[in-house]
T-cell receptor
Framework: GESVGLHLPTLSVQEGDNSIINCAYSNSASDYFIWYKQESGKGPQFIIDIRSNMDKRQGQRVTVLLNKTVKHLSLQIAATQPGDSAVYFCAPGPNRDDKIIFGKGTRLHILP | DAGVIQSPRHEVTEMGQEVTLRCKPISGHNSLFWYRQTMMRGLELLIYFNNNVPIDDSGMPEDRFSAKMPNASFSTLKIQPSEPRDSAVYFC?????????????FGEGSRLTVL
C-alpha cells in the first residue's frame, strides 16, 4: 500500500513569509498527488493537485513541487496570511480502488 | 449548493449506547466516503460507496461499526455498542468520482464523545 509521511508535524511561520510544507511518499507508481487544507473545526478542503508527469504546478499563492527522484513533494505558500493557519495533508491520487488515503498532516502556525 | 451535510455536529453518549451518524452528499455525486479523525491516528478511511454500493469497508474497525447507503442522497454510519475509544470526529465526503481528480468534498464532521 501507499505510505505517505510528513517531515514535520508542526511548522511555525512569520506572517508575510513563505511557507514550505514537505511530504514524502513511497509508491513510485502514484499517478498524481493531492494537497488538502483543514481549518480548525472544519473538514478538509482540496487545494491543488499535481500529475506525476509534472514537476511544478502553480495556483493562487500556492506552488506544488514534485521530485520523483527522491519521492518528495512540497507545498509552498507565498506571503503566508493568518487564514493559512490549518493542517495540511498530502495524499497520493486515488488508485484503481478509487480511495484516497491521508497521512497525519502538518499543522501550519502563523506567527504575528 | 449546500455542500455535504452531516448530523449531528456533536454527540455525547455513554459507553454501550448506539450511535447513528448521518450524511447527505452533494446532489449528483456518486461516491461517498466515511472517514474518522483522531489525534493519534489522523484521518482514516472507514468505508466508501460508489453508486450506493459499498466498495471497500476494509477500514471499518470491527463489527460494531456498520454503514449503509439506502439511496443516493443519504448514508448512515452506526456504532453499536459504542466504546470510549470510538471518540473521534467522523467525516463524510462525496465526489463525482475519482477517476480524474482526487477532489473530495467534506462535510463539517460529527464530533463523537463516548463516556
Amino acid at each position: 500500500g501507499e505510505s505517505v509521511g510528513l517531515h514535520l508535524p508542526t511548522l511555525s511561520v512569520q506572517e508575510g513569509d513563505n511557507s514550505i510544507i514537505n511530504c514524502a511518499y513511497s509508491n513510485s507508481a502514484s499517478d498524481y498527488f493531492i494537497w488538502y487544507k483543514q481549518e480548525s473545526g472544519k473538514g478538509p478542503q482540496f487545494i491543488i493537485d499535481i500529475r506525476s508527469n509534472m514537476d511544478k504546478r502553480q495556483g493562487q499563492r500556492v506552488t506544488v513541487l514534485l521530485n520523483k527522484t527522491v519521492k518528495h513533494l512540497s507545498l509552498q505558500i507565498a506571503a503566508t496570511q493568518p487564514g493559512d493557519s490549518a493542517v495540511y495533508f498530502c495524499a497520493p491520487g486515488p488508485n484503481r480502488d478509487d480511495k484516497i488515503i491521508f497521512g497525519k498532516g502538518t499543522r501550519l502556525h502563523i506567527l504575528p | 449548493d449546500a455542500g455535504v451535510i452531516q448530523s449531528p455536529r456533536h454527540e455525547v453518549t455513554e459507553m454501550g449506547q448506539e450511535v447513528t451518524l448521518r450524511c447527505k452528499p452533494i446532489s449528483g455525486h456518486n461516491s461517498l466516503f466515511w472517514y474518522r479523525q483522531t489525534m493519534m491516528r489522523g484521518l482514516e478511511l472507514l468505508i466508501y460507496f460508489n453508486n450506493n454500493v459499498p466498495i471497500d469497508d476494509s477500514g471499518m474497525p470491527e463489527d460494531r461499526f456498520s454503514a449503509k447507503m439506502p439511496n443516493a442522497s443519504f448514508s448512515t454510519l452506526k456504532i453499536q455498542p459504542s466504546e470510549p475509544r470510538d471518540s473521534a470526529v467522523y467525516f463524510c465526503a462525496s465526489s463525482l468520482g475519482l477517476a480524474d481528480t482526487g477532489e473530495l468534498f467534506f462535510g463539517e464532521g460529527s464530533r463523537l464523545t463516548v463516556l
